[in-house]
């Protein structure tokens, strides 16, 4: 096993720090099964699984620090080829980052507002400048910081049972976790249109949308892991043609039509607009089927939310992901001094009602100032990568 470096705990309230410790103790068995993360060394792979099934592997904050020196060492180890992430239990690769203890925190002023964002953005950018092929297994549900964990790596392996979505909106947040990277440099408008409905892509969609690099079947995982470990001192290329390999043979859904694609027209055309007020007023005129679902969803989600992330798609779009991180993790702070997460996160995941109360509660009523406000730098608090 190589050796672990730990980066140096950040500041925490004293209970926060004792959790943390007992975590790097308890982790000290990285292979240890009640692990929340398993670290493995097999053959020439650096093996990351994900192994709290029953929340989804949704990602915690000890977690964060174990995945983060682990792949900074693994970059450093010469008997290291590649390094695969994937989860446990058969139902989610991750289903998100543990967002009700981020809410918790923020009601009493801990810091884990910060840091939980802070640390799980150095380990987006570490993924997504890694200097060992990467590769994520995304096998079932793969949403929030579980997309962050996988999309800015070199490979993913989505499966028939991926469901993917950036349901961040809903709970007055925004697609983070580099998500103004990525989406906006998904095909037409489709990064758009996910980020501000929070759409659920399954299966090969994923594949098609741009968003996984290859698809197999889940049932041929086990096999491609074992083939991918077995590889000798293999270059990104040899494991580029082996997971080419694997997805040429994936019968399952070939022939389906991509989910979108007799919606790309009107996607393309009515979330083009520059604002979400003129987003809604093209639904409004457009009156399709289609057309009046993504109306619908929308008036759902936090007008807050909303008119943030149009504007973070807008200005990652030509942004670098260290550039995009940096202006995140400025959101998310907004996020944490305002009402809207607290009250999604109530309602969505907590008390369960779907029935959240926005404040502000119309798009009209959020005025360009805020919107800037939240974009402002944070002097020394600003994410530094």
Not at 52 to 73: D, E, G, W
Not at 74 to 98: H, N, R, S, V, Y
Not at 272 to 282: C, F, G, L, R, W
Request: hydrophobic fraction near 40%.
């Amino acid at each position: 096993m190589a050796a672990r470096v730990l980066r140096p705990l950040p500041r925490l309230n004293p209970f926060n720090r004792l959790q943390v410790i007992l975590q790097h103790l308890k982790m000290s068995k990285s292979t240890d099964s009640t692990a929340d993360v398993l670290l493995e060394k097999r053959g020439g792979a650096g093996i990351i699984t994900l192994n709290r099934p029953k929340v989804l592997n949704a990602l915690s904050f000890p977690m964060i620090q174990q995945i983060y020196p682990q792949i900074k060492t693994w970059e450093q180890d010469p008997e290291i080829f590649l390094i695969i992430m994937k989860g446990t239990g058969g139902k989610a690769f991750c289903a998100g980052g543990d967002i009700i203890a981020i809410s918790d925190a923020g009601k009493v002023g801990d810091r884990l507002t910060q840091d939980f964002f802070r640390e799980e953005y150095i380990l987006n950018n570490a993924v997504g400048t890694c200097k060992k092929p990467y590769v994520a297994l995304i096998d079932g549900i793969t949403m929030g910081g579980g997309v962050g964990l996988s999309v800015h790596g070199h490979f993913r392996v989505a499966t028939e049972r991926t469901l993917f979505a950036m349901p961040e909106t809903a709970i007055g947040l925004f697609p983070d976790v580099g998500g103004g990277y990525f989406l906006p440099r998904l095909p037409g408008k489709i990064g758009c249109f996910l980020a501000l409905t929070g759409f659920r892509l399954k299966g090969r969609d994923v594949l098609k949308a741009g968003i996984a690099t290859h698809f197999v079947e889940s049932e041929k995982l086990p096999a491609l892991e074992k083939d991918l470990i077995a590889l000798k001192s293999p270059s990104t290329e040899n494991i580029a043609d082996l997971l080419n390999s694997y997805h040429m043979k994936s019968k399952v859904d070939q022939e389906k039509e991509f989910v979108l694609d007799e919606h790309m027209e009107k996607i393309n055309s009515l979330f083009s607009a520059n604002s979400m007020e003129e987003i809604v007023k093209k639904l409004k005129q457009d009156g399709s089927p289609f057309a009046i679902k993504q109306l619908e969803t929308i008036n759902k989600m936090s007008p807050t939310s909303l008119k943030i992330t149009l504007r973070q798609l807008k200005e990652g779009a030509s942004m670098s992901l260290q550039e995009v991180l940096t202006m995140e993790y400025r959101l998310t702070q907004a996020c944490m001094r305002g009402h809207d997460f607290y009250e999604g996160v109530r309602s969505v995941l907590i008390d369960k009602d779907q029935s959240p109360r926005w404040k502000p509660a119309a798009l009209e009523e959020v005025s360009d100032e805020f919107v800037d406000d939240c974009f402002k730098p944070l002097g020394n608090n600003d994410l530094k990568l």
